[in-house]
């Protein structure tokens, strides 16, 4: 099991938040319409949002992922005014982001940089179970995500997914095909294949980048939100004023964490 495991939409409000640069809730009904956001949360006089430049991001619910420039706000009615109708109103099922220095495209590419960055170095627990074993047939594409293989696990009846660790294949039944893509070999002197039951795949890889707000990262949040730091745009770092907590971000993530494959992992590819 990881020891870390946050959303994209989390990773995000962390580091918008370490760059001074987060405004979040939930929003309401009352009075909202597919250009105006009824936001209760927010408290600054008429056109403050729109006159410093905000973006609204919608981070759950009702218009989840999509981005607008606030145009208006009327601190009277609680109702902000977005450029741009959304196919349907926000609601009480919406969860917004305000941000004025860096865009959600922006900080979302600082993640998926920081998270590139370390790549190989940590290293993240994957459970594959998308094989599916085919009569007379013994080799198998293994998933590109994984690097490193430890386990390898028959399905106890086909279509019950239960894996017990008594259904463990011996390692010396398998090898790994270091082609592109990478298979699993099944040894025919060693293993029965019983068609239509399921591998489960044990080992581990590189931590994929993330697109959606509900994709799971399971890096240190400390250590990704200062990498991620230092890959925000440096014209809106310096415009910003934010070049000490850039300067501090860049010593604090020089001290990458590490995380290694089981010792008696398999290697995939070279």
């Not at 099991?1 to 001074?20: D, H």
């Not at 990498?227 to 745009?233: C, D, M, N, R, S």
Request: glycine share 6%; net charge negative.
């Amino acid at each position: 099991m990881s020891l870390f495991s946050n959303t994209l939409a989390v990773i995000r409000q962390y580091l918008s938040s370490a760059v001074g640069d987060l405004l979040y809730g939930v929003c309401g009904t009352t009075g909202a319409t597919t250009t105006k956001i009824y936001a209760s949360f927010l408290s600054k006089a008429d056109n403050f949002y729109s006159d410093n430049y905000y973006e609204v991001y919608v981070y759950a619910g009702t218009n989840i992922g999509v981005t607008k420039r606030v145009t208006g706000w009327d601190l009277a009615t609680y109702l902000l005014t977005v450029h741009s109708a959304y196919s349907a109103a926000c609601d009480a099922t919406s969860y917004i982001e305000l941000h004025h220095i860096f865009t959600e495209n922006e900080l979302r590419k600082a993640i998926n940089l920081a998270i590139e960055s370390i790549a190989g170095n940590y290293l993240v627990e994957i459970k594959d179970e998308s094989i599916v074993l085919v009569a007379d047939t013994y080799e198998y594409a293994l998933p590109l995500s994984m690097l490193y293989l430890h386990r390898v696990i028959t399905e106890k009846t086909a279509d019950g997914g239960v894996f017990d660790a008594d259904d463990e294949i011996d390692p010396r039944s398998y090898t790994i095909i270091k082609s592109y893509p990478p298979k699993l070999k099944l040894h025919e002197d060693y293993y029965s294949i019983t068609a239509g039951k399921d591998l489960r795949l044990e080992g581990s890889g590189a931590q994929p980048t993330v697109d959606d707000d509900t994709d799971v990262i399971y890096l240190p949040p400390d250590w990704l939100v200062q990498k991620a730091i230092t890959f925000l745009p440096q014209n809106k770092i310096q415009s910003g004023k934010l070049d000490n907590t850039y300067r501090q971000a860049l010593v604090i993530s020089s001290r990458e964490p590490r995380a290694w494959a089981n010792p008696k992992a398999k290697r995939i590819v070279e």
